[in-house]
T-cell receptor, first 111, second 109 residues
């Protein structure tokens, strides 16, 4: 079975632009979570979606938004990019919530 | 506020046993998880404790004491490939997930 997939792998944007990151969960997984990981730190929780509904939101500004589609794939959108948004963005899918399967991530660089 | 504390770095030799501690403070508690992350890779799930006690999975064991808000990951028979960062993580009552800042394990020959 395929694992969690994310696209694109790498992305370079400039300040003020908008970005959309995509995630496909493991087949059968209905829960998708998004994380931001800065080098040398642990993943920071952004959102959790289950059955297309937002179930949890971390302490991120409203510039960050997400949605989940009927096929359980998900998109993370970030508007008005700041230099500090440069990070690895991880998507994780799960069946029961505590065992999360992470994708390879999208490396976002904001110049 | 929410916080998880774990040592930043631990060094051990091949074949040894190492324990990585984690103390947490969260609003509500659904369980403590452990993840491994190699440089440049994604976190991979290692273990989960919802109840007090020890869970064993091969060379890895994880312990939880909810009354002490404390847990640890025990790695036995260390191998060079165990060199990685290890994160403890908890989920609170509001479906928020919190990860510690990670413990970098260096395994030396």
């Amino acid at each position: 079975d395929a694992g969690v997939t994310q696209s694109p792998t790498h992305l370079i944007k400039t300040r003020g632009q908008q970005v959309t990151l995509r995630c496909s969960p493991i087949s059968g997984h209905k829960s998708v979570s998004w994380y931001q990981q800065v080098l040398g730190q642990g993943p920071q929780f952004i959102f959790q979606y289950y059955e297309k509904e937002e179930r949890g939101r971390g302490n991120f500004p409203d510039r960050f938004s997400a949605r989940q589609f009927p096929n359980y794939s998900s998109e993370l959108n970030v508007n008005a990019l700041l230099l500090g948004d440069s990070a690895l963005y991880l998507c994780a899918s799960s069946l029961q919530g505590h065992e999360q399967f992470f994708g390879p991530g999208t490396r976002l660089t904001v110049l | 506020g929410q916080s998880l504390e774990q040592p930043s770095e631990v060094t051990a030799v091949e074949g040894a046993i190492v324990q990585i501690n984690c103390t947490y403070q969260t609003s509500g508690f659904y369980g403590l998880s452990w993840y491994q992350q190699h440089d440049g890779g994604a976190p991979t799930f290692l273990s989960y404790n919802a109840l007090d006690g020890l869970e064993e999975t091969g060379r890895f064991s994880s312990f939880l004491s909810r009354s002490d808000s404390y847990g640890y990951l025990l790695l036995q028979e260390l191998q060079m490939k165990d060199s990685a960062s290890y994160f403890c993580a908890v989920r609170d009552n509001f479906n928020k997930f919190y990860f510690g800042s990670g413990t970098k394990l260096n395994v030396k020959p």
